[in-house]
């Protein structure tokens, strides 16, 4: 059985902190589209940094590796459960740089 929206949002947000701001839409092409904002950054004018990935549960990992990687390196000192997972994030980047640099 697949998670509901309001549940996969919860999910989202618990993992994300108390610094992230989750909202999951359905796109065009009905799947999920993952968007964390963070409560205190800014990145143009006054809107939100924001992660923003369509797609399945590979858009739900795009999007909370991005959000892991802003609280590590903007907000060092704030505590998430989303960190516990940096490493497997940097490797998943590491292996993407990889493949992009390939002839």
């Given at each position: 059985?697949?998670?509901?929206?309001?549940?996969?949002?919860?999910?989202?947000?618990?993992?994300?902190?108390?610094?992230?701001?989750?909202?999951?839409e359905v796109?065009?092409?009905?799947?999920?589209?993952?968007?964390?904002?963070?409560?205190?950054?800014?990145?143009?004018?006054?809107?939100?940094?924001?992660?923003?990935?369509?797609?399945?549960?590979?858009?739900?990992?795009?999007?909370?590796?991005?959000?892991?990687?802003?609280?590590?390196?903007?907000?060092?000192?704030?505590?998430?459960?989303?960190?516990?997972?940096?490493?497997?994030?940097?490797?998943?980047?590491?292996?993407?740089?990889?493949?992009?640099?390939?002839?």
């Amino acid at each position: 059985m697949t998670a509901s929206r309001s549940a996969r949002e919860r999910k989202a947000a618990i993992e994300g902190g108390p610094l992230a701001r989750v909202k999951i839409e359905v796109g065009a092409d009905k799947s999920f589209v993952y968007k964390i904002a963070c409560a205190e950054c800014t990145a143009k004018g006054d809107k939100a940094w924001s992660a923003y990935r369509p797609g399945g549960d590979n858009g739900y990992l795009a999007a909370m590796d991005r959000w892991t990687f802003h609280l590590h390196e903007t907000h060092r000192l704030t505590d998430a459960p989303c960190l516990a997972y940096l490493p497997a994030a940097q490797q998943r980047l590491h292996e993407r740089r990889e493949q992009q640099s390939r002839p």
